[in-house]
Nanobody, 123 residues
Framework: QVQLVESGGGLVQAGGSLRLSCAAS????????MGWFRQAPGKEREFVAA????????YYADSVKGRFTISRDNSKNTVYLQMNSLKPEDTAVYYC????????????????WGQGTQVTVSS
């Protein structure tokens, strides 16, 4: 069982930056793939980024590639999402997710979810 708690969301102007954190409980964090997803009002939850257990493989959605960076610190049981050059269309609730296997972009294949953190980008 893995419990996830996100933090770091907030209000930022377009062009600004935020860093989201996701703290995970459990002894086996280092063996889990970790991901970030987001959901805007009236839209389905969508994939943002994912990282495998070693940190050596990372996937990004095309919409954030070159602006967002996912990373993890297994010694702290934490995964991060550094978001730069933020745009109003990045406004959403951001969710952290975990799964005990390889990374995937498919939302339905992730097993554990955090409660989400709001990111609002003003124009």
């Amino acid at each position: 069982q893995v419990q996830l708690v996100e933090s770091g969301g907030g209000l930022v102007q377009a062009g600004g930056s935020l860093r989201l954190s996701c703290a995970a409980s459990g002894r086996t964090f280092s063996s889990y793939a970790m991901g970030w997803f987001r959901q805007a009002p009236g839209k389905e939850r969508e994939f943002v980024a994912a990282i495998n257990w070693t940190g050596g493989i990372r996937y990004y959605a095309d919409s954030v590639k070159g602006r967002f960076t996912i990373s993890r610190d297994n010694s702290k049981n934490t995964v991060y999402l550094q978001m730069n050059s933020l745009k109003p269309e990045d406004t959403a609730v951001y969710y952290c997710a975990a799964r005990p296997m390889s990374i995937t972009k498919a939302t339905r294949e992730w097993d554990y979810w955090g409660q989400g953190t709001q990111v609002t980008v003003s124009s």
